[in-house]
């Protein structure tokens, strides 16, 4: 569908984006950079954010610069690096948390190296509070709960039906609506597997505990860094979030329980299971276990390793980060790798509008869906890969895994690996990758 001239309004096209959540947002902020039209709809009342950490690693925080210098300012505002502010070097640190011998279950017995400022921690509502900053609320539609779309395949626009009965068009979609993504169901089909997460059958116990509490149970060195308390069937994780005023802690447990992903994502749990489940375990840990409050949420981990997407594009619709990939969150990276998703995208929708801007020969359902084409060939493995990295490490942390066992030399080697294939992604070579595969398809 080449077009041999163009009225001067067919050159705009206008892209929605479904869902208001980290990836959408910070899609939101890298399309309106480069002025490209958007509406975002939301399904809740307003933005929100759980309360509990979330932390970003090199990959992402270098994605936010490239995307917008703001996003990695509102990042900062609001988080913070482990242990000495002085020194804004981060490590990760591993203990062996089930060794009860006096003095040798709290030592490191591994740390890797993130980086200057490599691991910042945050509060997810405050992050999203300095985001929201960046979005003007005149491209954002609250209390729109995407249903389903249609294409009538004709080249004209795409249409969004909402649950509350209406309708809005759009050149392009791009779901962004989380794990159980509605636009994922619509684009592969509802028979299809791969439209909805599975349980791994882990659960999380999350809680904010604040430092003061915490740093005078733990002491400083403990409770203002991060640790990873690793062991048999369930392990412990805290960072400082809040300018380190909270202590963020998840608790990973066995769930053998059968869960659809129709079912609640989370539920009160309470901190008598954590409790007992780390009773055997050493002091620090049983420390931490006592730190929390009585009523917390319990958190059921689905992801999309059991059945990955065949493909994150069709046409002129996409889905992006938790949509596209969602992952159990062992690498702590899930936003993160969502984050290399938004700039891809930024990157693309920029292409596509010097393409119709400059080309009256390339129309823009043609140049959207080269785009999005694009996009699918270059992220679909390495966040698949992430995906299944993210179970796989899990079993590292929990002694169960067939090759590392529990020998420490090969559990930091497996853990040391992995963590670099996330934190130092080539984005240069994924930008050009982009790039190229655009300008095949559009010339081919
Ligand atoms: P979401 O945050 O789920 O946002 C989706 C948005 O779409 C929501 O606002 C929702 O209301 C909206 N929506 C849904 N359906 C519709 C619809 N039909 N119509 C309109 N709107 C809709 N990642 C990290 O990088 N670092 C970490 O430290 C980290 N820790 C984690 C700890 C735990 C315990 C868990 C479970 C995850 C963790 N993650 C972490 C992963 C991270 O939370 C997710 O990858 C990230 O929040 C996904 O963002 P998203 O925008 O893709 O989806």
Redesign the pocket.
């Known amino acids: 569908n080449k077009k041999a001239s163009r009225a001067p309004d067919d050159e705009q096209f206008e892209v929605a984006i479904?869902?208001?959540?980290?990836?959408?947002l910070i899609l939101a902020i890298g399309l309106l950079r480069r002025n490209v039209k958007i509406t975002m709809?939301?399904?809740?009342r307003s933005f929100?954010e759980i309360g509990?950490?979330?932390?970003?690693t090199a990959n992402?925080i270098q994605c936010m610069r490239l995307i917008h210098p703001g996003i990695v300012d509102a990042l900062k505002s609001v988080a913070t690096s482990n242990g000495d502010p002085n020194d804004p070097n981060d490590y990760l640190q591993y203990t062996d948390g089930f060794n009860q011998k006096e003095g040798e279950e709290s030592k490191i017995l591994f740390k890797l190296y993130a980086g200057y400022r490599g691991f910042e921690g945050c509060h997810r509502a405050h992050l999203l509070d300095e985001l929201v900053k960046l979005v003007p609320d005149n491209v954002v539609q609250f209390r729109?709960?995407?249903d389903r779309y249609t294409d009538h395949g004709d080249g004209g626009k795409l249409k969004l039906h909402f649950e509350d009965g209406s309708s809005a068009e759009a050149d392009a979609v791009i779901g962004?609506?989380?794990?159980?993504?509605?636009v994922r169901q619509v684009l592969l089909g509802e028979e299809n597997p791969a439209s909805y997460p599975t349980y791994s059958h882990k659960c999380?116990f999350?809680a904010l505990v604040p430092m003061d509490r915490a740093a005078a149970a733990l002491g400083d060195e403990v409770a203002k860094n991060q640790r990873m308390h690793y062991g048999p069937s369930a392990h412990i994780l805290h960072f400082p979030v809040a300018h380190q005023s909270l202590m963020n802690v998840?608790a990973f447990l066995d769930d053998p329980t059968e869960r659809s992903y129709s079912s609640k994502l989370s539920e009160p749990g309470s901190k008598q299971e954590v409790v007992q489940a780390f009773a055997n375990w050493g002091p620090t840990v049983r420390t931490i276990t006592n730190l929390l409050d009585d009523e917390m949420d319990k958190?059921f981990?689905f992801d999309t390793n059991d059945h990955p997407a065949p493909t994150y594009a069709s046409g002129r619709v996409c889905i992006?980060?938790?949509?596209a990939h969602?992952?159990s969150?062992h690498h702590?990276?899930?936003?993160?790798?969502?984050v290399e998703d938004a700039l891809a995208l930024s990157r693309l929708l920029e292409l596509v509008t010097d393409s119709v801007n400059n080309n009256t020969q390339i129309s823009k359902q043609e140049a959207l869906k080269a785009a999005f084409a694009a996009f699918d060939e270059v992220r679909r493995e390495r966040t698949q890969w992430f995906v299944s990295s993210s179970r796989m490490i899990c079993d590292v942390y929990e002694l169960k895994h067939a090759e590392t066992g529990t020998e420490m030399q090969k559990m930091y080697e497996e853990i040391k690996w992995r963590s670099h294939a996330i934190w130092y992604f080539d984005i240069d070579g994924m930008l050009h990758q982009v790039e190229d595969q655009y300008k095949g398809r559009l010339n081919g």
Do not use: H, N, T
Request: net charge positive.
């Open positions: 479904i869902g208001g959540g980290i990836c959408g709809y939301e399904q809740s929100r509990a950490g979330v932390a970003f992402a729109k709960r995407l962004c609506d989380g794990i159980k993504s509605k999380a999350r998840v958190w981990i992006a980060g938790d949509a969602a992952s969150p702590g990276a899930g936003a993160g790798v969502g």
